[in-house]
């Protein structure tokens, strides 16, 4: 936590210096001078939070009062537009009071407990992971149980101390808020859009703890596509080790080791980009498979397909990554010392061999175009990683959105799969590919994107196509109502047509 309150003893060498720049507060003059109309705040706690709080309260056109227990040392580090003097007096006049204080020192602002009858005090503190573990209760809770006559509102503890700084442009611009009381989460929510925060409401102060574990988390959403990628590295790698440098070694007696930091990592990361950019769409065929067979679009998907559509984007990033680094890596290969001593070798071979020209029509015409789909295949990939970034895909409509990441990303599945299969070429059908009766690495890649475009070639069909878009549109398959006409002819008579 960035939260830290004063302290008596004085730091030395750079871990003095304040996170804010004088420099930067001295220079903008709108933190100078606050108008004596403002609405006044009060923050408890001097440390670097405190302080990037105190500067944006200051130029969004509040009033603020700092409560330190050492003013006069720490008044230089806040805007000359603040106030700082001692607790007592910081939360004497304010009605909403920030706690920019560890959770360990709540209990030395119990000689306040008067002072703050009927203050809402926001709570900006989190806890470490350990602490998160050890307490059964939230660091919100636990000072609403030292205060009860108070109304405790948590907020702003996913924001850093920097972004307050820079302003939410530079930053995450959501505020999760929680209280027991609607009134102060209002009140804290007004200030958050005063200040460019987006607010959020939460619900309860029985959320905050899972309010305080959001920054606890390090890519909570990255979790399972990362680990997913990982497996496939290792899977194909160790596949491709068996056949380029386990096989010559135990059966020709060749010492290929050395392509193990290189050329297999190079080999191998085109199959696991492949086979990533095919899970991408995949689920997208499970999930039209499933409309169709139950004639519907109002039941659930089972819970693993579900996590699956939501893990899209991330899957699709890290296979551009790694079709980036398999780019990378390629322009690598010529620069090895192993590349030059096999075109020397080629070379004398040739002269040897009495051989004044050496050319294969059919190999250039297969690497001119291989490289061309992959130079293709790369750049719609490309394309669709920037739109997967915020800032863009906001820009787009949702039209837009979906043609770029459901339409290019399948042209980018269908030249990815052309690009393999012109490296692959004829090399499935001759026997000496098979090292160890294993088929060469790029017949195994080919499994699931293959099966991903016949199943969207499928779905074009016309008797498909109008059936899944009218599920879609809401059309179900058992829920045709049945009228049945009155046996009373009198009845009958006045049962409407319409």
Same mark, same amino acid.
């Given at each position: 936590?960035?939260h830290?309150?004063?302290?008596?003893?004085?730091? $030395?060498?750079? /871990?003095?210096?304040?996170?804010?720049?004088?420099?930067?507060v001295?220079?903008? $003059?709108?933190?100078?001078?606050?108008?004596?109309?403002?609405?006044?705040?009060?923050?408890?706690?001097?440390?670097?939070?405190?302080?990037?709080?105190?500067t944006?309260?200051?130029?969004?056109?509040?009033?603020?009062?700092?409560?330190?227990?050492?003013?006069?040392?720490?008044?230089?580090?806040?805007?000359?537009?603040?106030?700082?003097?001692?607790?007592?007096?910081? @939360? $004497?006049?304010?009605?909403v009071?920030?706690?920019?204080?560890?959770?360990?020192?709540?209990?030395?602002?119990?000689?306040?407990?008067?002072?703050? @009858?009927?203050?809402?005090?926001?709570?900006?503190?989190?806890?470490?992971?350990?602490?998160?573990?050890?307490?059964?209760?939230?660091?919100?809770?636990?000072?609403?149980?030292?205060?009860?006559?108070?109304?405790v509102?948590?907020?702003?503890?996913?924001?850093?101390?920097?972004?307050?700084?820079a302003?939410?442009?530079?930053?995450?611009?959501?505020?999760?808020?929680?209280?027991?009381?609607?009134?102060?989460?209002?009140?804290?929510?007004? /200030?958050?859009?005063?200040?460019?925060?987006?607010?959020?409401? /939460?619900?309860?102060?029985a959320?905050?703890?899972?309010? #305080?574990? /959001?920054?606890?988390?390090?890519?909570?959403?990255w979790?399972?596509?990362?680990?997913?990628?990982?497996?496939?590295?290792?899977?194909?790698?160790?596949?491709?080790?068996?056949?380029?440098?386990?096989?010559?070694?135990m059966?020709e007696?060749?010492?290929?080791?050395?392509?193990?930091?290189?050329?297999?990592?190079?080999t191998?990361?085109?199959?696991?980009?492949?086979?990533?950019?095919?899970?991408?769409?995949l689920?997208?065929?499970?999930?039209?498979?499933?409309?169709?067979?139950?004639? &519907?679009?109002?039941?659930?998907?089972?819970?693993?397909?579900?996590?699956?559509?939501?893990?899209?984007?991330?899957?699709?990033?890290?296979?551009?990554?790694?079709?980036?680094?398999?780019?990378?890596?390629?322009?690598?290969?010529?620069?090895?010392?192993?590349?030059?001593?096999?075109?020397?070798?080629?070379a004398?071979?040739q002269?040897?061999?009495?051989?004044?020209?050496?050319?294969?029509?059919?190999e250039?015409?297969?690497?001119?175009?291989?490289l061309?789909?992959?130079?293709?295949?790369?750049?719609?990939l490309?394309?669709?990683?920037?739109?997967?970034?915020?800032?863009?895909?906001?820009?787009?409509?949702?039209?837009?959105?979906?043609?770029?990441?459901?339409?290019?990303?399948?042209v980018?599945?269908?030249?990815?799969?052309?690009? &393999?299969?012109?490296?692959?070429? &004829?090399?499935?059908?001759? #026997?000496?590919?098979?090292?160890?009766?294993?088929?060469?690495t790029?017949?195994?890649?080919?499994?699931?994107?293959?099966?991903?475009?016949?199943?969207?070639?499928?779905?074009?069909?016309p008797?498909?196509?109008?059936?899944? &878009?009218?599920?879609?549109?809401?059309?179900?398959?058992?829920?045709?109502?049945?009228?049945?006409?009155?046996?009373?002819?009198?009845?009958?008579?006045?049962?409407?047509?319409?």
């Amino acid at each position: 936590m960035s939260h830290q309150p004063a302290v008596a003893t004085k730091m $030395s060498g750079e /871990m003095d210096k304040p996170l804010i720049s004088l420099h930067l507060v001295d220079s903008d $003059s709108s933190l100078a001078k606050v108008p004596d109309e403002a609405p006044k705040v009060g923050i408890l706690g001097s440390g670097d939070f405190a302080r990037s709080l105190a500067t944006r309260l200051v130029g969004s056109g509040f009033k603020v009062v700092v409560g330190s227990r050492n003013p006069k040392r720490t008044a230089g580090l806040f805007p000359s537009a603040a106030q700082v003097t001692f607790q007592e007096e910081a @939360v $004497s006049s304010p009605e909403v009071i920030f706690v920019a204080v560890f959770r360990e020192h709540y209990a030395s602002l119990c000689s306040l407990s008067e002072q703050l @009858v009927g203050k809402i005090l926001v709570d900006v503190s989190n806890p470490t992971e350990q602490e998160h573990l050890q307490h059964r209760e939230s660091n919100a809770e636990y000072l609403a149980s030292l205060f009860p006559t108070c109304t405790v509102v948590k907020a702003f503890n996913v924001i850093s101390a920097w972004t307050l700084q820079a302003g939410p442009r530079d930053g995450n611009r959501q505020v999760p808020i929680c209280s027991d009381q609607p009134e102060a989460k209002r009140a804290v929510s007004e /200030m958050a859009l005063a200040m460019g925060f987006m607010p959020v409401d /939460m619900g309860s102060l029985a959320s905050a703890r899972e309010v #305080e574990a /959001m920054p606890l988390r390090l890519l909570p959403a990255w979790k399972v596509p990362t680990l997913l990628a990982l497996g496939l590295f290792v899977c194909f790698y160790a596949y491709n080790f068996v056949r380029d440098v386990l096989q010559p070694y135990m059966q020709e007696s060749q010492n290929k080791f050395f392509k193990l930091p290189v050329s297999v990592v190079n080999t191998t990361l085109p199959c696991v980009a492949y086979v990533l950019l095919s899970l991408v769409y995949l689920p997208g065929v499970l999930a039209a498979a499933l409309q169709l067979q139950r004639g &519907t679009k109002y039941q659930r998907f089972p819970d693993w397909l579900d996590h699956w559509l939501q893990h899209r984007k991330q899957i699709g990033l890290l296979s551009f990554f790694c079709a980036a680094l398999h780019a990378l890596y390629s322009f690598c290969l010529p620069l090895r010392r192993a590349h030059r001593y096999d075109l020397v070798n080629l070379a004398v071979k040739q002269v040897l061999a009495n051989k004044s020209h050496l050319w294969v029509e059919e190999e250039v015409w297969r690497m001119e175009i291989y490289l061309s789909l992959g130079v293709l295949a790369l750049g719609t990939l490309s394309l669709l990683a920037v739109t997967s970034l915020p800032s863009i895909a906001n820009s787009l409509n949702w039209r837009e959105f979906s043609f770029v990441q459901s339409s290019l990303g399948f042209v980018a599945l269908v030249l990815s799969t052309l690009h &393999t299969l012109t490296y692959g070429w &004829t090399r499935a059908f001759e #026997e000496s590919r098979y090292k160890f009766y294993l088929p060469p690495t790029f017949t195994l890649t080919l499994l699931v994107p293959c099966v991903v475009i016949l199943a969207k070639a499928l779905f074009l069909l016309p008797c498909i196509s109008r059936r899944l &878009t009218r599920i879609r549109r809401g059309w179900e398959r058992d829920s045709a109502i049945k009228f049945k006409l009155p046996t009373d002819h009198a009845l009958a008579e006045k049962t409407s047509h319409v």
